[in-house]
Structures are given as C-alpha cells and as structure tokens.
C-alpha cells in the first residue's frame, strides 16, 4: 500500500502533531453503480490510531463514535449523518454491518435516487487526536436503467443434446435482492434468479432466451440464442423411438377393435 496516495494526508499531518507516527487509513470500494430499489454491501475496512504519546505516556485511545455521511468532507458531528453509532434515529434503509474496531461496512437497501452520493466514513476515539475522515469516499450512482446481458457457460455456438449450459444474467449496475425473470422465445419462465440452469439439453431446448428485472420492463437482456444439435448417435435413436410408438399405438388399435368385434357380437 502506498502511504503517500491521496488517502493519508489529513490523518497523518494531524497525527505527527501528536507526535504519534501510525497510520490511520480507511479502504473504501471502489464507485458503485447500482439498480433503483436494489440493495448494496459498500465493505470498507478502517485502521484506527491506537494510542499516543503524551508527555512521554503511552496512552491508548479507543473508538468511541463512528459515522457515515453523504456529501460532505470531515462528516463531523454537525453534519447530517446517514449513520452516526450514537445516535438513536438512525436513516433505517442505512444499517451499520461494521464495528468500532476496524470494519466499516455500510449496507444501503431500497435504493433509491436520492441517495446518489459521495459518502464517507469518520471515527472518532477519546482523544481528538485520533478523528479521522478520509476525504476520498465512495461514489454510489443510482439508475433507473442499465443494459442487463446474458452470459452463457458455454461458448460454442451450437451445443449438444445432453450437455448442461447455465445461462446468467449480469449488468454494469449491480441489482441485488432484485427479482430476475428469465423468457424463452418471448414468453416468461418459471425460473427466476441470476443464473438459469439448462440441461441435459433435448432439441426442444433450442430457442431465443432473455433476462430481464421485473421493477423495469426496459431491462431486458437483448436476446441470447441457444441451438441445440442432437447427437449423430440420435439419428439411430429417433427412428426407433417412433417404430417402437407405432408398434405400440397399432397393438392398441387391433386391441380396441377385437374389443369392439366382441362387443358388437355379443
Ligand atoms: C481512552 O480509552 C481507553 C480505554 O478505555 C483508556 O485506557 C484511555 O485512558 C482513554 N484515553 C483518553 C485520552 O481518555
Ligand atoms: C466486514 O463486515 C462485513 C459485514 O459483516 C463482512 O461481510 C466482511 O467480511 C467484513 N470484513 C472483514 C475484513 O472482516
Ligand atoms: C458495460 O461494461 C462493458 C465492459 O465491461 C463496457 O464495454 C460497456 O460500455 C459498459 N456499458 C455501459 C452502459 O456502461
């Protein structure tokens, strides 16, 4: 990890004003892209000062207020915060995964357009030596639309009779904890989830597949194609299975008229 990237400066120029030489530093995700009304995991890890020097002490210090907020650079008390571990209404679709240690995990659910925004983590520990803000932040992107996409597990083109293929269903945005329908040839599946599980494959799976969110009719998948090709030993198996139906329905029809025969002579 680079200590000199654009993350550390404001932590450790107040730092060695204390004296104390830590690093204290947050890890952010990166941007995050996400469908209206799904949910997002931002994991963030943090690294709190764990003590300092005061008067030649040893003192150690300890977390005792951690918080979120949207838009703002140091996130300090008076600031609107989205999560704030002390306080008692806290935002309900912001909950706090994280710790007063070192985890800083924020889930955010429903989302929705307003909560477009650059969000950042602050501590604050028993001393104000130890606040800390990290300016970079997260950068959540709401969307009404993204490009939904198929991709398959296999990439041949044409596929054999009796093999499994699983169809999944992805976009740029992320779109967890929303319901994903699956249609072939136009018309709606019952499977829905991300991933489509297809096989031991027959002819009658060959067709034009698509996945879409139920939330918005315009995300659907653009259409996936599937061929599936039966085996050169089919070509033995197909004529056999029809001479054997044939056989079958023959018997059942001279059955039908011996019966009748019967009846009528009775
Ligand atoms: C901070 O809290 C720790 C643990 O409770 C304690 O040992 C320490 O003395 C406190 N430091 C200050 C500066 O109050
Ligand atoms: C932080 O907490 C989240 C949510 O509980 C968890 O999924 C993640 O694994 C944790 N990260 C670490 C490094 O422990
Ligand atoms: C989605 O991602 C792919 C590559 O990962 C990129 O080529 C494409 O332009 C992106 N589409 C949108 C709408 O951002």
């Not at 044939?246 to 039908?256: D, E, H, K």
Request: proline share 5%; with cysteine.
């Amino acid at each position: 990890m680079a200590v000199w990237d654009k993350k550390i400066p404001w932590g450790l120029v107040f730092l060695l004003g204390g004296a104390v030489a830590q690093t204290v530093s947050v890890n952010y995700p990166g941007p995050v892209c996400a469908v209206e009304r799904s949910t997002v995991t931002l994991l963030c890890i943090f690294t709190p000062i764990s003590s300092w020097t005061l008067e030649g002490r040893n003192v150690p210090l300890q977390i005792v207020r951690v918080v979120w907020c949207q838009n703002h650079l140091i996130c300090q008390s008076i600031t609107p915060s989205v999560y704030d571990s002390e306080s008692k209404n806290n935002a309900p679709r912001y909950l706090y995964l994280g710790d007063k240690k070192g985890n800083c995990t924020l889930q955010i659910s429903d989302l929705q357009k307003k909560d477009n925004a650059v969000l950042r983590f602050r501590m604050e520990v028993n001393h104000t030596v130890g606040h800390f803000t990290d300016t970079s932040g997260v950068t959540v992107t709401v969307v009404d639309k993204t490009e939904m996409r198929i991709i398959s597990s296999s990439d041949e083109e044409v596929t054999t009779a009796g093999q499994t293929v699983t169809l999944r269903c992805t976009s740029n945005c992320t779109f967890h904890q929303l319901r994903v329908s699956w249609y072939k040839d136009g018309h709606a599946l019952q499977e829905s989830g991300l991933a489509l599980h297809l096989g031991p494959l027959t002819a009658g799976d060959s067709g034009s597949y698509a996945c879409g969110l139920n939330t918005n009719p315009r995300m659907h998948s653009p259409p996936h194609t599937l061929r599936v090709k039966v085996a050169e030993g089919g070509g033995v198996l197909l004529p056999l299975t029809v001479g054997v139906t044939l056989t079958v329905l023959l018997a059942l029809s001279s059955l039908a008229l011996v019966f009748f025969i019967i009846r009528r002579f009775n």
